[in-house]
T-cell receptor, first 112, second 112 residues
Framework: DAKTTQPPSMDCAEGRAANLPCNHS???????VYWYRQIHSQGPQYIIH???NNETNEMASLIITEDRKSSTLILPHATLRDTAVYYC?????????????FGSGTKLNVKP | NAGVTQTPKFQVLKTGQSMTLQCAQD?????MSWYRQDPGMGLRLIHY???????DQGEVPNGYNVSRSTTEDFPLRLLSAAPSQTSVYFC???????????FGPGTRLTVL
């Protein structure tokens, strides 16, 4: 699976949109982009995933560039409870589970 | 549903001791996996299973054994604990390889 590059940390004001970038320049055509987050020391929590088209659910939106080499996770109205480490992962959905890499992620700090 | 449960929550071992970390899920998921997370780092895959009786190695399998005799349970065995195995261990399950993974609350292990 392709590896991802994320900034180590970002700040966001409470109530504003948080835009978390991820680079995956070596992504293959059948690899999905997944986002998880980990609040404090809890187990990671699934947020969203997508292949080509932009996706939206009750938690966030996922914007994937046309060439699929990068993506952005958008939290539309960040709250203090969104402070967490956010992981961007690329993975073949039916492929070798062995290659589901979490990496180091982005620490999002939401400030009052 | 209880989701994914892990026991114990905390454990202290002496070097050379063996123990089993328990993981159970009640969602009838085929895929289960074990990760470890060292301080300030992302999760690394230890072992995974794609169904009862089928297991495979992840990124960091040395020093750990797994078995999957039922769909519900996926125990992780430390054969001879070493200080390098001090970490937080997370168990996860999903319906398929690329589906949302549900994580347990973690087991915090210290090896002296």
């Amino acid at each position: 699976d392709a590896k991802t590059t994320q900034p180590p940390s970002m700040d966001c004001a409470e109530g504003r949109a948080a835009n978390l970038p991820c680079n995956h320049s070596t992504i293959s055509g059948n690899e999905y982009v997944y986002w998880y987050r980990q609040i404090h020391s809890q187990g990671p929590q699934y947020i969203i995933h997508g292949l080509k088209n932009n996706e939206t659910n009750e938690m966030a939106s996922l914007i994937i560039t046309e060439d699929r080499k990068s993506s952005t996770l958008i939290l539309p109205h960040a709250t203090l409870r969104d402070t967490a480490v956010y992981y961007c992962i690329v993975h073949v959905q039916s492929g070798d589970f062995n290659k589901f890499y979490f990496g180091s992620g982005t620490k999002l700090n939401v400030k009052p | 549903n209880a989701g994914v449960t892990q026991t114990p929550k905390f454990q202290v071992l002496k070097t050379g001791q063996s123990m089993t970390l328990q993981c159970a899920q009640d969602m009838n998921h085929e895929y289960m996996s074990w990760y470890r997370q060292d301080p300030g780092m992302g999760l690394r895959l230890i072992h995974y299973s794609v169904g009862a009786g089928i297991t495979d190695q992840g990124e960091v399998p040395n020093g750990y054994n797994v078995s999957r005799s039922t769909t519900e349970d996926f125990p992780l065995r430390l054969l001879s604990a070493a200080p390098s195995q001090t970490s937080v261990y997370f168990c996860a399950s999903s319906y398929l390889s690329g589906n949302e993974q549900f994580f347990g609350p973690g087991t915090r292990l210290t090896v002296l």
